[in-house]
């Protein structure tokens, strides 16, 4: 496929449609400045009109002062000359307030540009919050976002600022055209004329540019996941190891090529045929300079009047300019705005529910012939799983990789939503549970879980953000977690800072913040049901052991679903529950497991052989 660059005019009704269509967002860019900041607005706003009467009345100005200068040579008088002098001095205070001005809507515009990016990238991430777990895994999606994030936040001020540069021009341009007329409507029309080629090819090409950032953004999102494995420490040991850093950064190079090739193209066409357009107004003026001129030397007009209508025909042409401009840029904004609004505005099917608690208290965990599969998967990754997990139960799920073990855990917490059959909790399917009730009620531990760059307090205390900062909550936490000991043992305990991105960072080992973790899950104190997802492959197989004998101490009143690939580990549980290829294969204790000699008692003597 080839990137939507093309030579001019291939597609130009399209562009008109285009063109027009696009300017609704206009509205929401305006009302997002306005509930930003109503102040600064109106400061925008008010310092625009009269940025756009001043150049007119300087012009003018400009004109009298010549006039006087010409009557005070011919007449000698001393009031001509003090005339001079006075028009002189209005100008002067002209150009003093018209400065003020612009350096005013200098800082206004800077205030509300940090003011309103902060504003949008709130509202992103905001918007993040309400997506599902399935969004994120979706590229499609994922390259949806990405668009959204670039550029959302300088847009909406960009096209305000246009819009306002728009109508402090049109005053402008109001002005400068009464006094032009004067002399000539045909300057006028020449003056408008004469910009309209630049400004449609201005158009084109903000539309060329806006397509081809869409069609780069994988390629963009590939070369930024490059760029981390490069300079991020989570991956530079491996890459220094493997010795993987050339190959990474020739396929960053690569990419980067192939992306300023296409940009190259269009760089290169938007130059040419602006330019050859663009030489169309400095036709227009010098002609205008000539016909002007030759009024003056034929003594139709004065030798003020020659002045000012120069010099308003030079900044007229140059205002004309920068309108039409101004309005293919805001088709431009207009562009990646609706990149923004297109992510703000997409369908979020969240079904939260209502209830807060079950039919049958004390009931516990059913799976009820349990089905799953990935959007975009044929295979389903749970296939009518039915299970039944009772308060103070332990239960362990044993499979191999890909066998369906997490995918379980992630309907269960509602990360997922069946594809078919049902999960109930306490008899009430979790569809109907308030979604802050039903995960108050889990403590999971993934096996990629997040090491915050926190400190070691707030790194158990988002497991439960009510009471993040609770630092008995923490302590006791840390405590079931095996991790207090070796937290007690720093200079500056639960207050140390955690990884190496931030000042005087300590860094732990995987066991500790396997342990971190572990305590992190055990912050709810609400929680019935504990989820551990390999919560010890980091660890040594006694310090596994004695995590295990002291949780299974801990957890006697609440159920825990155990995921583990140590089948020593797996022993402490009620049942086993053996899954393959997202299907129960065998399900027991341990004893029973062994006794039935199936794939549980296969794979456990293939694990023991490897200890002796």
Known sequence: MTPPVACLGTDAPSVIGRFFGVFGYSKEAL????????RLTLLLAGLTVFAGVVPGAI????????DAVVLAVETDLPSDRWMVLKWIGVEALLIVFMAAVQRTLMVAESLLRALLGQRVNVMILEKAQTLELSHFEDSEFYDKMTRARREASARPLSLVTRTFGLVQNGI????????????????????????LPAFFVETYFSGAAFRLFRWQVPETRVRNYLEWLLAREDYVKEVKLFGTGEL????????????????????LQRGVWGFLLGALSSIAFYGAYGWIGWSAAM?????????????????GQSSIAASLTAIGKMYEDNLYLSNLYEFLEEEINTQDGTEVTGPIPGDGVRFENVSFTYPGQTTPALDRISLHLRPGQKLALVGENGSGKTTLIKLLTRLYLPSGGRVTLDGRDLNQWQLEVLRDRIGVIFQDFVRYQLEVGENIGVGDVANVDARDQQQTAAEKGMAHPFISEMADGYDTQLGRWFKD?????GGQWQKIALSRAFMRKRADILVLDEPTSAMDAEAESRIFDHFHEVTQQQMAILISHR???????DEIVVLAKGKIIERG??????QENGHYAHLFAIQAKGYQ
Do not use: P
Not at 31 to 38: E, F, G, N, Q
Not at 249 to 259: C, G, N, P, Q, T
Not at 505 to 509: D, K, Q, T, V, Y
């Open 31 to 38: 009302t997002l400045v306005w509930s930003t900041d109503k």
């Open 59 to 66: 012009a003018y100005t400009g004109k009298l002062v010549v």
């Open 172 to 195: 402008t341009l109001l002005t400068y055209g009464w006094l032009l007329i004067q002399f000539s409507w045909l300057a006028v029309a020449g003056l408008l004329v004469a910009a």
């Open 248 to 267: 990474f950064l020739s396929r960053y190079r690569a990419i980067f090529e192939k992306l300023y090739a296409e940009d190259k193209a269009l760089t």
């Open 299 to 315: 003594g139709w007009i004065t030798l003020g009047g020659m002045t000012m209508y120069l010099l308003i025909f030079k900044q």
């Open 505 to 509: 960072g300590r860094e732990l080992s």
């Open 567 to 573: 089948f020593s580990t797996v022993r402490m549980a």
């Open 589 to 594: 204790s341990h004893e029973a497991l062994m």
